[in-house]
């Protein structure tokens, strides 16, 4: 398996250089050059398989000969023996033709740890045998950066450095970044939105000379690790609800924001995973909704929602739907995302939108209904769901339809958007190690939104220059 870039400008790569490029050179993203093809008696072979053996199975199909069995089985145990529940991502019934696929039993309750223990363990693995460099940097809206920093925390040799919009994440989610005291930790906070942070490691990831002098590695979804880690669950959650379904069809209700998460759902299924339908659910964010619905393509006026993790205008991951969009041709590729640039806009039409609509359902889910959904399931059904899952729920229950089973994808815990679950006088106990992340000293550093104040901070981080409290960022006091 080789890795080749949506723009058609980077030599095939194998999965470690894939891993260690995280945006290809050309600007664009990598995928696999051939989309592997299970047959219904592999299907029926997996369908009891535990989380890690399913995992060991579905990435060892992505990571040709750059990893023996031996070596990936040591990094899914180790990355799946963190998780406080012995299913991993354990499937529940909410509802009579909903589940949800609860991805947030890791360390920090995302389910961005699937793929971020996962993506630590072989940063480990990548430095321990082949000596490189890792200095990771990375944008979140919250969930990510807390994830990745737990997910390479006391690993030998790996710097980190996250940018997150300042005052647009959770509490939980703040302290989860900032009470880390690791010298190897650098927390910038900028006066932005999360857009803003994508922007400015995307541009300086474009940067090739400083990428290489720096050892720049990415731990978001633009690494393509994380995407294959995600496609995981997709089959395991598949296999929970199937059996049961009795021949009705299997749809998946993903929360979106970078499109990520839904983006494994979809190569799941060309893979050859039956899911029937893939319902996109978006919160007033809902860039993706409308493309979906219209064709258009086109960011709106940032909105600060119930589910800050998925205020999200450009979709990262998008380039890589359109990539199989238009039938895997780069240079289509290349002159969508010129336009993009110079139009702030992609149009599909006709057949094109048409497959987009064979693809997806869509969905957008205001705040209101966001809170409505949260009310309903806490006390119907007695199930707290947190804000990102309840507009995965509730696009579910919109798009529902006779014979039709729906698993929506549990993204978050609650406790960690409790400003949220509070709205609806809802009062929930915290998760102990949560709890515990509100009697720590804090650190971050303030900066402005731009590639260049963000560069000043990383030169002396990564390059060694000033080491310390100093380049790690100032106490702050809780608010
Ligand atoms: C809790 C939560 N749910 C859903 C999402 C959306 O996932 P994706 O960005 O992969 O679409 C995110 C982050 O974006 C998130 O943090
Ligand atoms: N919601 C994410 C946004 C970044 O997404 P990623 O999947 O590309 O890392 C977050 O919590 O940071």
């Given at each position: 398996m080789r890795y080749i870039s949506t723009r058609g400008g980077t030599a095939p790569a194998g999965f470690i250089d894939a891993v260690l490029m995280g945006l290809a050179d050309d600007g664009g993203l990598l995928v696999p050059d051939a989309m592997p093809q299970l047959s219904p008696e592999t299907l029926e072979a997996w369908r009891t398989l535990s989380y890690t053996d399913l995992a060991v199975e579905v990435l060892s199909l992505f990571t040709g000969d750059d990893l023996t069995r031996e070596e990936l089985q040591g990094l899914v145990r180790g990355s799946y023996a963190t998780f406080r529940h012995p299913e991993v991502t354990p499937v529940q019934k909410i509802g009579d033709n909903l589940h949800v696929l609860e991805l947030f039993h890791g360390p920090t309750f995302a389910f961005k740890d699937v793929a971020l223990q996962f993506l630590g363990n072989l940063y480990a693995h990548i430095a321990a045998k082949t000596g490189s460099i890792i200095h990771i940097l990375g944008a979140t809206s919250g969930d990510t950066g807390a994830s990745a920093i737990e997910g390479v925390r006391?690993?030998?040799?790996i710097h980190i450095c996250i940018l997150y919009p300042h005052g647009k994440v959770s509490r939980v989610q703040e302290l989860q970044m900032t009470?880390?005291?690791?010298?190897n930790v650098l927390n910038l906070a900028i006066r932005g939105t999360f857009d803003d942070a994508q922007r400015i490691i995307k541009e300086i990831f474009a940067d090739a000379a400083f990428k290489r002098e720096y050892h720049l590695r990415a731990i978001?979804?633009?690494?393509i690790a994380r995407i294959l880690a995600q496609v995981v669950y997709y089959f395991y959650a598949y296999f929970r609800v199937s059996g049961e379904a009795d021949g009705r069809r299997v749809n998946f209700s993903v929360p979106t924001g970078n499109f990520g998460d839904i983006f494994a759902g979809y190569l799941a299924k060309q893979m050859g995973?039956?899911?029937h339908r893939l319902i996109l659910a978006t919160n007033e964010n809902d860039i993706l909704t409308r493309f979906v619905n219209t064709g258009l393509y086109r960011p709106a006026a940032f909105r600060s929602t119930h589910?800050?993790?998925?205020?999200?205008?450009?979709?990262?991951?998008f380039e890589r739907y359109l990539y199989y969009l238009h039938g895997e041709k780069p240079e289509m590729v290349r002159e969508l995302m010129a336009g993009f640039g110079a139009q702030g806009e992609v149009r599909a039409s006709g057949e094109v939108l048409a497959q987009v609509q064979a693809d997806f359902s869509a969905y957008s889910i205001e705040n209101e209904a966001c809170l409505n959904t949260i009310h309903g399931h806490y006390h119907g059904r007695a199930y707290l769901l947190d804000p990102h899952t309840a507009c995965g729920v509730a696009a579910a229950e919109l798009g529902a339809v006779e014979g039709e089973v729906t698993v929506a994808l549990a993204t978050a815990h609650p406790a960690k958007f409790d400003e949220s679950i509070r709205l609806r006088e809802i009062t929930q106990t915290f998760p102990e190690s949560i709890q515990a992340l509100f009697e720590l000293p804090q650190r971050q550093t303030v900066v402005e939104a731009t590639a260049e104040a963000v560069r000043q901070k990383l030169v002396p981080f990564f390059g060694g220059e000033a080491g310390g409290t100093e380049a790690q960022g100032k106490a702050i006091t809780s608010a």
């Open positions: 006391g690993k030998e040799g009470t880390i005291q690791g010298e978001n979804s633009i690494n995973l039956p899911i589910s800050p993790s998925m205020d999200i205008q450009v979709a990262s991951n």
